[in-house]
């Protein structure tokens, strides 16, 4: 491994990745996005003509693509059908594969390339908030465009709305156009494939995947050029901004860990000098073994017990001083020394 990326594993905290726990990350991520996406709606008016000041920028610099494409996949059906489910089922299936292959089989790399993607989609949600923009789709048909997956609706799960499934077109932004996350979101895939693929189809689908995702969204009406220039560069400031928003995560949750270990050290604290407290206490409160009042009945290190007291088979202590069994005075059992035999 070459001597900087070493450098740069070495510098990742060695946080073991758990599936249970970025599951419910990147599920919240793309809610945001779901989410931001009908929030930042706009005014109409104001998206339509975000869109004519786009188009007519492009016409001015000969960028509009748009056109062409759009007449060649509405001309076509072998071309038009295909791409439309392009545009509605990869953008959603080929990232989270993606994420999941990354995750298994490059884990040293996973989290920068999901802070990565995350970053940029929070930008792109910024984007749609800021600048609501109406695609080419919308627009009035004298500008000359068809929305293709309206046109093909019969051939797919999405209705005449938007890309989303029949009867959800009116939960979807549909300006939200700008930029185009369709694109930087492909560029991101390709990106990963062409980095850690390893294979010479990997290398081809990270060059194609890209390129045939910006010609779809073109071609169908959803997205102008400069939409699909912005997307691409939101993954841009996204992937500058990454290494800092991993370096302020990892300070927060270095801060969270010193609090809550201080937290558990004042409370062991606190459970220590309580203990220590009643061990105090004990020690000054001294026991009393006997006294002439009260005989006690604690056995002493004699094997002694109180007066009229025998343990069974005890070993007086006067065998052990030398005296003979028959020199010993035997009880009768009612207290009084009994003759000597």
């Known amino acids: 491994m070459p001597h900087a990326e070493t450098a740069g594993v070495e510098a990742t905290p060695r946080t073991r990745l758990r599936w249970w726990t970025e599951l419910p990350l990147i599920l919240l991520v793309y809610a945001c996005y779901s989410a931001g996406r009908l929030l930042a709606r706009g005014d109409v008016s104001t998206a339509v003509d975000h869109g004519l000041a786009i188009l007519d920028f492009e016409k001015a610099l000969y960028l509009n693509a748009e056109h062409p494409l759009n007449r060649l996949f509405t ?32 884990t040293v790399h996973y989290r920068a390339a999901r802070t990565w993607l995350m970053t940029s989609t929070f930008i792109g949600l910024i984007g749609f908030t800021l600048m609501p923009t109406c695609p080419p789709r919308l627009l009035d048909a004298s500008h000359g465009f068809v929305d293709t997956m309206a046109h093909y609706s ?40 062409w980095r850690y693929g390893g294979t010479r189809l990997a290398k081809i689908a990270a060059i194609a995947y890209p390129l045939i ?16 220039v912005a997307g691409a560069a939101v993954m841009g400031v996204g992937l500058l901004l ?61 094997c002694q017990t109180s007066a009229g007291e025998r343990i069974p088979r005890q070993r007086d202590s006067r065998f052990e001083a030398g005296a ?14 009994a003759p000597a035999r």
């Open 75 to 106: 001309r076509e059906p072998w071309i038009g059908v295909p791409a439309d489910f392009w545009y509605a089922s990869l953008h959603y299936l080929v990232t989270p594969v993606l994420l999941v292959w990354i995750f298994r089989s490059r």
């Open 242 to 302: 990454a290494p800092l928003v991993m370096r302020t995560a990892d300070r927060v949750r270095a801060r969270f860990a010193t609090a809550s270990a201080s937290v558990a050290t004042a409370s062991g604290g606190a459970a220590r000098t309580g203990s220590a407290g009643a061990a105090a206490r004990v020690a000054a409160d001294p026991v009393t073994v006997g006294s002439a009042d009260a005989p006690s009945s604690i056995v002493s290190d004699g």
């Open 154 to 193: 019969s051939y797919g799960w999405w209705g005449g709305e938007a890309s989303a499934p029949r009867g959800l077109g009116g939960m979807t932004n549909q300006y939200a156009a700008m930029p185009s996350l369709h694109v930087g979101w492909a560029l991101w895939c390709g990106v990963m494939l």
């Open 324 to 337: 003979e069994p028959s020199a010993v005075p035997q009880d009768a059992g009612d207290g009084a020394p």
């Open 213 to 228: 995702t910006t010609i779809v969204v073109m071609g169908t009406a959803n997205h102008y050029f400069l939409d699909a």
